[in-house]
């Protein structure tokens, strides 16, 4: 690192600036996160798509863009010789006598030294080159200046002294053409989004090893699989399968779409993204599993596991599945807003064993992670720096996105673009699956980079067999007018003879509610399932339909349409969109073992489509037409996907939550630089919600299954129950904490008992803030909670609302 040390030297990096308290100096901590950045790139083999980028962007001028590149996270803290700086925040007493100076911030100043050090560079480039040049500069200069910070508008990037001024008007002046000198914007946008996850990253592991881990080595683990894990992880998959014997029936069948879909993925192992359209109840989850371990055995650069879903149930239901299959030989991490930080397996950790905890959890130091769609889009789309940490972690990785059809199809046409350049720019292998599956790269010009795994002659074969498309058959009440509460009680007194495990979906709360309420004190075992339920309730619910011999009704929302584990033998369904039919339809029957002879699903019309899929492309193309009842039940997704596909491109100007989006603005942005923009562009869930608390009590002796009231403290017990005033009042107690790591792990571990006394309410246009609850620490804690608390512990929204009303006339 000499010849790092003297180049700092001629910034005017010495022994005098520091960098940390109490000694840490400038010139060590500059050296120390470059050092990070190249054990990044060596464990992770990121140096082949660092350069890969640069050269795509301009290869020309690669080893001056690759210079500035790496100068970006050397040089990051160059701003930190602010002698004012030095003075207040360093308390350095070699600047003593700058103590009531003014700014003592670093990053812009250090952003703009930076481009002054190259601008003598650019100047004797040729036009074309040099306004390219000059933006490229630029865009790695504003990640310095927002190192601290989130990315917002590069655009906007502007400072008000006149020395600053000028060093812009160069730049303002130069943007004025980058469209006509830089064609390649997607890869100038991932190759600055990399620059910050790298920078950010290396910045963090430097700052903490000095402050935490002194006289340790530091961070050497980033949770990747070697090559002898690898084969470790295949042999106990095999073995795990041939544990079933020899495949017959249904598993027969399973058996030879998994072997299909991976004849097709060794015949592709050039391409990037992977569809495996497969039905309901064949073994996605298997036969993916599969498909990554042999990705990653085969390649040697692929080091990590991705797996993303759109609902949390989801998420511990594989994470299940993985630990069945590799018991203690993997370890795969949970991360979401509710699952505890992982931590060592003692009763009181050291404050170190704290901010490694924390760590490991903020890098995704696991070499398989199980995460939401949420989650993925932050990461890839966010501008914080806690969105941007773990980036890098996802490239060299296999990624297994399920049930895509579920994001917010506005975005279907920006998100495939972003996943092709994403997928190919940083190697991420995709395999995207459901039953009922969009082939997005329509959208896309070249289609290269995918491939489906099962063909489409071997798909009819699959989709077509008895056990998946005669395993329920279908029913239609009358879809030319709408059904009546009355009507659906009637068809219940006659099935209800016949059927024991029943299950109604409504598209509303509403509607669910009412008809909960009209035949729970007529028929055995109602239950109501929805969005204002608590996870013990639902998991409680669930276990009761494990008892085969055991009426039940279950009155539902959309909530039961994925990653909800039951399986019904009668279902009635409001109808909505060809997907959501399917999904549903996957509740029953679901094991194809049945003793029943007539499986079925009735679909009925009660609630307008239009008020609950606001702008949805899929409205219209619904069952009340022939043709989409044939293309259901014959499961030819492919052709209600295409009107869908169609009609999106058809319109690029469409509004999302009443914003308008246009497909140029969008492409604008990318060349642009506006994170900011993007990232509101690529939101999955823009509504904005309140969050309610109620600290009622919950009797853990009834709701069994449920891994949060596992060895409960007693800290947070009543007796036998969770006492929700208990739990917040620990999580206030949080704020006493001084160490920020030990906040953060304890407050994941609150977070898993807050969820079940917590509930969302959506904020209206006005911003009017609930009638009720106290807005703590961004919760709003109701403390008089009975009349809003029904028996059953969900949250009475009917009332909740009559009362709204009632509060504001």
Known sequence: MMEKTTFLSSFGVDGRFLAHTPKETLEEHSILTFKYYEKILKEKNLENLIDNLISKIDSENFVLIKEMFENAILLHDLGKKNKCFQAKVMENEEFEEYKNCGDSSH??????????????????????????????????????????????????????????????????????????????????????????????????????????????????????????KKKELKKLFENYIKAFGEPKDINLLRDKMSKEALSNLEKNKDKYIYYLEAPTGSGKTLTSINLALNLLESEKELNKLFYIFPFNTLVEQTKNVFDDIFKSELDIEVINSITPIKEDDK??????????????????????????????????????????????????SVIILDEIQSYNNHL??????????????????????????????????????????????????????????????????????KTTFDELYEKLEIK???????LFEFISKKSAREFYDLIKDDFENVYELSGDDNKAYRQYVINETKDKTKPIIIVATQVIEAGVDIDMDLGFKDISTIDSEEQFMGRINRSCKKNYKNPKVYFFDMDETKNIYKGDNRLGYDIKNQKYQEILKNKEFGKYYINV?????????????????????????????????????????????????????????????????????????????????????????????????????????????????????????????????EDIHGYYFVENYEEFITDENKFDRKKYNEMKGSCFL
């Open 107 to 228: 990053s812009n100043s250090g952003a703009l030294e930076y481009i002054d050090h190259y601008k003598k560079k650019l100047e004797s480039f040729e036009e074309e080159e040099f306004y390219r040049l000059v933006y490229v500069l630029y865009s790695f200069s504003y990640i310095i200046h927002k190192h601290h910070g989130k990315l917002d508008d590069l655009e906007n990037y502007c400072s008000k002294t006149k020395k600053e001024q000028d060093i812009h008007d160069w730049f303002n002046n130069a943007k004025e053409y980058i469209d006509e000198c830089l064609d390649n914007s997607f890869e100038l946008y991932i190759l600055n989004k990399i620059l910050f996850s790298l920078l950010i990253s290396s910045d963090y592991y430097a700052t903490t090893e000095y402050m935490s881990f002194k006289n340790k080595k530091g961070f050497d683990d980033f949770g990747l699989l070697s090559d002898e």
């Open 347 to 396: 009763q009181e950790l050291k404050e170190s064993e704290y901010e490694s905890s924390y760590v490991n959890r903020l890098f995704y130091h696991s070499p398989a992670i199980t995460t939401t769609h949420v989650n993925f889009f932050n990461i890839l789309f966010g501008t914080s720096k806690e969105d941007n940490f773990p980036l890098w972690q996802f490239a060299n």
């Open 412 to 481: 279907w046409w920006y998100m495939i673009e972003f996943f092709e350049k994403y997928a190919k720019l940083l190697n991420m292998k995709i395999i995207i699956m459901s039953a009922t599956l969009p082939k997005l790269d329509y959208f896309l010009e070249k289609k290269d980079s995918f491939v489906s795994l099962i063909n489409e002659e071997k798909r009819d074969y699959f989709f077509n067999h008895t056990y998946f498309k005669n395993r329920v058959s279908l029913e239609y009440m009358n879809l030319e007018n």
């Open 496 to 502: 209800v003879k016949n059927y024991k495990h029943i």
């Open 645 to 773: 596909l169609e009609d999106i491109k058809r319109s690029k100007n469409r509004f999302i939550d009443g914003l308008m989006t246009d497909y140029n603005n969008f492409k604008s942005d990318i060349l642009k630089l506006n994170f900011k923009s993007l990232s509101k562009t690529m939101v999955l869930i823009s509504n904005e919600t309140f969050t309610l608390y109620f600290p009622f009590k919950i009797d853990i002796e009834i709701y069994k299954d449920v891994k949060e009231f596992e060895d409960i403290e007693d800290i947070f017990l009543d007796g036998n129950l969770l006492d929700g005033q208990k739990v917040w009042d620990e999580f206030l107690k949080l704020n006493e904490i001084d160490n920020f790591a030990k906040r953060k792990v304890l407050k994941s571990k609150i977070n898993s008992l807050m969820q079940f006394f917590t509930f969302n309410i959506f904020k209206h246009y006005d911003g009017q803030r609930p009638f009720i609850g």
